[in-house]
């Protein structure tokens, strides 16, 4: 079955780029959307966005433009930067598989989406 | 913006108690709307999709149901392995909006 495995740096300096990979195993990145999300300390979780395999994106604005996913389909794998770092970006940042779950009654060829796969998530502290 | 609120924030059970926790949107999502699990130090677990759709492998305790801004997830007969927050999510449009969870705590 479809793994997630997220990698970066685990600390990252204020004002700096955050960077973290998605390599995704034991099934194909096409065909579906693959999303970050990240969770602060003692709080819940924050979709900051998907990429579709074929490049289409969509963000949360809550993040002002500062977040760029993008996707390598050669190497199976996804990508997130976040610009501009402070130590509000202090969280667990998780990489999902958001996967046509179910499909709609009565509406062939729609579907449901939900985030099936995921990460088992990576720390990441921004600090000086 | 669009809000999403979860309630309660915490609740305790005993082994074999029906709860039900509530999620509340302030603009209808149809029927595009996912629950899950997360245990301390873990991701989260899908549990129900569509309001009311069991993910594969989840007990049938669980169960869900609403449609427009109201939506319900209920867990029968509590188990100990149920502690945990549970997180209700719209998959309507983007931004997707995860509700603020309710944390399940097993006495």
């Known amino acids: 079955q479809v793994q997630l495995q997220e990698s970066g740096p685990g600390l990252v300096r204020p004002s700096e780029t955050l960077s973290l990979t998605c390599a995704v195993s034991?099934?194909?990145?096409?065909?579906?959307?693959w999303s970050w999300i990240r969770q602060p300390p003692g709080k819940g979780p924050e979709w900051i966005g998907y990429?579709?395999?074929?490049?289409?994106?969509s963000y949360n604005p809550s993040l002002n433009s500062r977040a760029t996913i993008s996707v390598d389909t050669s190497e199976n794998q996804f990508s997130l930067r976040l610009s501009s770092v402070t130590a509000a970006d202090t969280a667990v940042y998780y990489c999902?598989?958001?996967?046509?779950?179910?499909?709609?009654?009565?509406?062939?060829?729609?579907?449901?989406?939900?985030?099936?796969?995921w990460g088992q998530g990576t720390t990441v502290t921004v600090s000086s | 913006d669009v809000q999403v609120t979860q309630s309660p924030s915490s609740l305790s059970a005993s082994v074999g108690d029906t709860v039900t926790i509530t999620c509340r949107a302030s603009?209808?999502?149809?029927?595009?709307l996912n629950w899950y699990q997360q245990k301390p130090g873990k991701a989260p677990k899908l549990l129900i999709y569509?309001?009311?759709t069991l993910q594969g492998g989840v007990p049938s305790r669980f169960s869900g149901s609403g449609s427009g801004t109201d939506f319900t997830l209920t867990i029968s007969s509590v188990q100990p392995e149920d502690f945990g927050t549970y997180y209700c999510?719209?998959?309507?449009?983007?931004?997707?909006?995860f509700g603020q969870g309710t944390k399940l705590q097993i006495k």
């Open positions: 603009q209808s999502f149809s029927r595009f």
């Open positions: 999902a598989r958001e996967g046509r779950v179910g499909t709609r009654p009565g509406q062939v060829g729609y579907y449901y989406y939900g985030l099936d796969v």
């Open positions: 999510q719209q998959s309507y449009n983007t931004p997707r909006i």
């Open positions: 034991g099934g194909s990145i096409t065909g579906d959307y």
């Open positions: 569509g309001a009311s």
């Open positions: 990429i579709y395999y074929t490049g289409s994106t």
